[in-house]
């Protein structure tokens, strides 16, 4: 039987359709079908690092590291505010408030207290009006006035108060108790700028001048500011018994203590 042959358009005759043996377009000159060299057989992986495949185990490390450079992240980033902003030092150690228990005729500091303005136990303050009780504890508060005008801000006298023969003002459970002003033991400076119950009214620089103020008086001098509950940041009290204010007024003006 006699086999056709395909013939193009330029009349050469070509081959029946079929498998064309021709070099490979990977490697020229050599054998179609044939792999290359350096090709990985069928079925194998390549050579290398196996891929990574993490175990349950493995994702719960992961997540434990995540979230401790995280944490590390957010306590690095607090550290660095406090140190940019400045952060409030912690009140003096030897500050103790009073544990006396007042009596109706003392204050709550358990200091007498004074009901007439004329009483010759007062004495007339440069820095606040009403007075205050005269001695030791005059000493000392003139002496906190006074570093706070120079160093904290100027004192106003006249929003700046002493004695005043009052109960105890904002504070729940303490409305029938008599108020430190009552025994001329306490002092508010600048009042109308740092009123009752307000917080932050100073300034860091401003808490940090009054700490060192409160050191050097210590301990028998407390201020409102760090009082629990009801914060009173223009007020500063006297919280020592009649000794230890002795104590620091002496050391304040250089002179020995009597007795």
Known sequence: ?????????????????????RPSADRPGAPAGRPRPDAPAAG????????LRLTRRGLVVLGVLALAVVGLVVALVVAVVRI???????????????????????????????????????????WVTGRLLGGDVRTVLDHVA??????????????????????????DGQEDRLSNHASGTSIDLNATEHPL??????????????RSILAEVAPVVAWGGDFD???DEMH???VGDAEAVAEVAARLTGAAPEG
């Open 197 to 210: 119950g307000a917080t932050g009214t100073f300034t860091a620089d401003q808490v940090e001048a009054i």
């Open 84 to 126: 940019a902003g400045g952060s409030e030092p912690a009140p003096p150690a030897a500050l103790v408030a009073p544990s006396c228990v007042p009596d109706r005729a003392e204050s709550l500091n358990c200091w007498p207290a004074v009901d007439e303005g004329d009483d010759p136990r007062l004495e007339v303050s440069p």
């Open 44 to 51: 194998r992986r390549p050579p290398g690092p196996p891929p």
């Open 229 to 231: 509950g009801r914060v």
């Open 146 to 171: 006074q570093r706070f005008d120079a160093e904290v801000e100027p004192v106003d006298v006249a929003s700046s108060w002493g004695w005043a023969y009052r109960p105890v003002r904002g504070e």
């Open 1 to 21: 039987m006699r086999r056709d042959t395909a013939v193009d358009p330029s009349g050469a005759a070509r081959s029946p359709a079929g498998p064309t043996d």
């Open 236 to 238: 500063f009290e006297i």
